[in-house]
């Protein structure tokens, strides 16, 4: 495996944002060895020369052409067979890396070899109402916590890590991943919360890229029924890890009304109080962090986690 870094990249349709991406990658102070960019079923015959045209010719493109559109999450499955460097990461196409996000991450990373995977502040770049948001996950003090700390800290704490922030480590994450179809269309989310429980995570408290939150775009937003399906193929396939999502509460998704389904499928486990609140706390984070003024957002965030 070479050393540096390597890039996915899973397209489809975005096409407002593509040039914009290419540049950003372009600019890392380190530069990518190989993008493997998936072609997710567009119709475009000309996309694969458009991207040979603006990628900088030092970095390696590897295309993938998809016959029709499956998802970011099978393209992801297929891409991480080809990684062939040290760490690489993920990127969309309205997503803003910094120019050293490669550079920061590596050092990060390299500093601490049994992490899978390194993230650091969410700034959430709001199309719709024109703000920008500055997460601060004032409860992490340090660069490597391991298993045992995160499970302290899931425990702790009600938050996320957005896949957007998330540079890993190849070696470790080829072995070892929930980034598989079966697990459905949070696998992302999920592979993270499954490495971290099972290996730990670094954190870097630096502002390293930018998500877009903006109409149209691929939403990881699901219904109870389908959170619900997802708790069920997690205890067939992977118990020990479920048996971690259900004890530190991580489906606060799931609204208090899905209570009578989970009965019926005989997942009563998944029933607490702490969930229960944690599931409220989540709707509510959901429906007022954009109404709130900005400056607002980390006391909001502070209430509910």
Not at 65 to 94: M, R
Request: charged share 25%.
């Amino acid at each position: 495996m070479n050393s540096g870094y390597d890039i996915i990249f899973n397209f489809y349709n975005d096409y407002n944002y593509l040039k914009s991406c290419i540049k950003n990658i372009n600019n890392q102070t380190i530069l990518a060895n190989n993008l493997i960019f998936t072609d997710d079923g567009n119709e475009d015959r000309n996309l694969e020369k458009l991207i040979r045209k603006t990628l900088n010719k030092k970095i390696k493109l590897l295309f993938i052409k998809n016959s029709k559109n499956i998802g970011p999450e099978i393209s992801s499955e297929n891409a991480l067979k080809k990684i062939n460097s040290k760490f690489f990461f993920l990127i969309a196409a309205d997503d803003i890396i910094y120019k050293n996000f490669a550079e920061e991450n590596s050092k990060i990373l390299n500093k601490y070899p049994d992490a899978p995977f390194v993230f650091s502040n969410l700034i959430i770049d709001n199309h719709i109402n024109k703000k920008i948001y500055n997460i601060n996950y004032y409860f992490l003090k340090k660069n490597y916590y391991n298993k045992e700390e995160v499970k302290n800290l899931y425990r702790k704490h009600q938050f996320k890590i957005y896949h957007n922030t998330v540079f890993f480590n190849s070696k470790i994450c080829q072995k070892d991943n929930l980034q598989k179809k079966k697990y459905g269309r949070r696998a992302d989310m999920l592979n993270l919360l499954y490495l971290a429980s099972n290996y730990g995570f670094a954190y870097i408290n630096k502002n390293l890229s930018k998500f877009s939150y903006r109409k149209g775009q691929w939403g990881k937003i699901m219904s109870d029924h389908y959170l619900i399906k997802e708790l069920l193929v997690l205890k067939k396939y992977q118990r020990k890890f479920y048996k971690f999502f259900i004890k530190e509460n991580m489906h606060f998704d799931l609204s208090i009304f899905s209570i009578p389904n989970l009965i019926k499928n005989n997942l009563i486990e998944t029933i607490s109080l702490k969930w229960f609140i944690r599931s409220i706390k989540f709707f509510l984070w959901k429906k007022l962090r954009f109404i709130f003024p900005k400056k607002s957002l980390n006391i909001l965030f502070r209430i509910f986690n």
